[in-house]
């Protein structure tokens, strides 16, 4: 009923850019929260980024400065621009949407499947 379908993943030298697609779609009432988060072998899922449907805006200590998160007027799409990349930053990346599918539901996290960002020389 609701998908979360990311895209721009790929490799790129370190000091490189990427920009980070996620759309969401179905049944959405409304959104009040998107972010990313990602995941390195071995390790345990992060946050990343996020953005209210306010505006507002939080981001992890390790990116901060380099990635910038930001969403589309109607707020089903999400991005996060990742500049001056670092091999650290190699993980799979994952769209997370805070969303209510209908009137008088409760808000549900949804996730989708995560697209990967290698940075290698």
């Known amino acids: 009923q609701v998908q979360l379908v990311e895209s721009g993943g790929g490799l790129v030298q370190p000091g490189g850019s990427l920009r980070l697609s996620c759309a969401a779609s179905?049944?959405?009432?409304?959104?009040?929260?998107m972010g990313w988060y990602r995941q390195a072998p071995g390790n345990q899922r992060q946050l990343v980024a996020k953005?209210?449907?306010?505006?507002?805006?939080n981001y992890a200590d390790s990116v901060k400065g380099r990635f910038t998160i930001s969403r589309d007027a109607g707020q089903n799409t999400v991005y996060l621009h990742l500049n001056s990349l670092k091999p650290e930053d190699t993980a799979v990346y994952y769209c997370?949407?805070?969303?209510?599918?209908?009137?008088?539901?409760?808000?549900?996290?949804?996730w989708g499947q995560g697209t990967q960002v290698t940075v290698s020389s």
């Open positions: 179905g049944r959405i009432f409304n959104i009040n929260v």
């Open positions: 953005i209210t449907s306010g505006g507002p805006t």
């Open positions: 997370n949407a805070v969303i209510r599918t209908e009137p008088g539901s409760w808000p549900t996290d949804y």
